[in-house]
């Protein structure tokens, strides 16, 4: 009996969200060379014209990686909560979201990861993903 899966998508896509994860937070110049709306996977879409395929490759999908302190060079996002960014860190403590979330397409959909920075007055952590919370951009 397998395990079951915990997140939402198969196996090789979970896997591509992990190395590209490990990427970004090994690299802080990783963006320089990647367009962080649309990581794709090794090959890119039109690689089983060159060499051959495998299955996993139909599943796997591009991912949008939202980074705004890697983004934008000596960028602190401000905290949601409290309005301030003084003691938002930007390396000590950060975190990946749990599951990247699904961004759809007019023909397919991809992937948005982004990270959850702490604020050390509120003691909690945020994104930068929703509207209302975007304006404290
Ligand atoms: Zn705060």
Known sequence: MTEPRQHPYPTS????????????LANDRFFDSHNWQ??????????????????DRFYVKPIACWIPHLLIPNHVPCCPRCGKRDLVEVNRGVRFINSPKILYGLGSHKYLDTLCYPCNRCKRR????????????
Do not use: D, W
């Open 13 to 24: 896509q979970r896997e591509f969200v992990e190395r590209i994860r490990a990427a970004v």
């Open 126 to 137: 945020f994104t930068l993903l929703c509207m209302r919370h975007s304006r404290f951009f």
């Open 38 to 55: 649309n990581i794709e996977p090794t090959g890119g879409r039109n690689s089983s014209l060159t060499k051959g395929t495998y299955a």
